[in-house]
């Protein structure tokens, strides 16, 4: 284990009135951890008086990313909305600085000349007070460690991303503020790990689970995994070949091999291939993947038929963005449900925690 650790987090709020001095918006709570909800509140208006609610925040590379809103205040001038959980990449330093807005009317596009009836600033955190990440650099393994503050011992989990490659901590800092000790694990396209995923090597996790429960501060003798999307794969095999995994959360993968073979000991478990040439451009410009996976058991059908509703998003090592499928509302809802779930199936399963307050 190398590197120096230290402690991230903390809390702090702005608040900022724009515009109208009769309109006000306010969230509560003021500062607070990603996956808290948070009451976003316009009080002031008149009543029925049609309102748009922008939300933006500028992340690490200083992209812009929005959404908007529209409501229609009731009797007393005051429409409610909810805020759900952002996603960060790199967890340490400064949390997103979400900015809100209200508009008058229906506002599609706003630009300099637009000011807004009122805006404020809230801060959201991806790892409470007293959490260390210590940077992970010890034989074959490379990733960060969380631990909650606290002599622990602190139940186990590796935390593993998807085909995006490299490192990425933000739901290992969320868990570490519930009282997991988390290893955020990146297995290819990070430091010195090859640039591509050619095979899933599992003595490469295995060295990795062997690690984790080798920390001082970590509850044996069994650990936890959660992955996603080809961690989600992972998740799956580690389960399968690794007896130290004891609890597995498994997210939008696939239930077979694809692409990459598994290589274990004296084992070799060869892939079903990506079928590359079945992706489609669809009318947006964005590529539609998802009749890449074969059928190991054709012709019986194992995937749902696709939405008819889709998300597009962009992904490293594609040319394209890339259509998801789905709603956006029942995700975001998915997602928040699904998120206190898993909490509590690794306690279940690991042991209870103490999670760290903001």
């Given at each position: 284990m190398g590197g120096p650790s230290g402690a991230v987090g903390g809390q702090a709020f702005r608040l900022r009135l724009a515009g109208c001095a009769m309109v006000e918006v306010t969230v509560t709570p003021q500062s607070s951890l990603a996956d808290r909800p948070v009451q976003v509140h316009v009080r002031g208006l008149s009543p029925s008086q049609l309102v748009t609610l922008r939300a933006w925040l500028v992340d690490e590379q200083g992209d812009i990313f929005q959404s908007r809103a529209f409501f229609r205040a009731d009797e007393a001038g005051e429409p409610d909305a909810l805020f759900r959980r952002l996603v960060k990449r790199d967890?340490?330093?400064?949390?997103?600085?979400?900015?809100?807005?209200?508009?008058?009317?229906?506002?599609?596009v706003t630009g300099p000349q637009d000011r807004p009836l009122a805006s404020c600033e809230a801060e959201r955190w991806y790892v409470g007070p007293g959490v260390q990440r210590v940077?992970?650099?010890?034989g074959r393994v490379r990733g960060a460690l969380f631990l909650p503050?606290?002599?622990?011992?602190?139940?186990?989990?590796?935390?593993?991303?998807?085909g995006a490659g490299g490192l990425i901590e933000f739901r290992a800092g969320l868990l570490a503020t519930r009282?997991?000790?988390?290893?955020?694990?990146?297995?290819f396209a990070y430091e010195d790990l090859p640039p591509t995923l050619a095979q899933l090597d599992m003595e490469y996790f295995e060295e990795a689970a062997e690690l984790l429960l080798r920390q001082p501060?970590?509850?044996?003798?069994?650990?936890?995994?959660?992955?996603?999307s080809k961690g989600a794969e992972v998740a799956l095999a580690m389960a399968t070949f690794l007896p130290q995994v004891v609890a597995t959360v498994w997210i939008n993968g696939t239930a077979f091999l694809h692409g990459?073979?598994?290589?274990?000991?004296?084992?070799?478990?060869?892939?079903?291939?990506?079928?590359v040439e079945r992706i489609v451009f669809v009318e947006m410009g964005a590529l539609d993947n998802s009749a890449i996976f074969g059928d190991p058991q054709d012709p019986i059908k194992l995937f749902a038929q696709l939405a008819m509703a889709r998300?597009?998003?962009?992904?490293?090592?594609?040319?394209?963005?890339?259509?998801?499928?789905?709603?956006?509302?029942?995700?975001?809802k998915a997602q928040e449900h699904s998120w206190q779930e898993i909490i509590q199936f690794l306690e279940l399963h690991l042991g209870p925690t103490t999670t760290v307050k903001l």
């Open positions: 967890v340490v330093g400064s949390p997103f600085l979400l900015h809100l807005e209200v508009f008058d009317g229906l506002c599609l940077p992970i650099r010890e503050p606290g002599p622990g011992p602190f139940p186990g989990v590796i935390d593993l991303f998807g009282g997991f000790a988390v290893l955020a694990l990146a297995f501060k970590v509850r044996g003798p069994g650990l936890g995994v959660i992955g996603v990459n073979p598994l290589l274990y000991r004296d084992l070799r478990i060869p892939s079903i291939p990506y079928f998300i597009v998003s962009s992904i490293r090592g594609t040319p394209k963005p890339v259509v998801w499928g789905g709603e956006s509302q029942a995700h975001a």
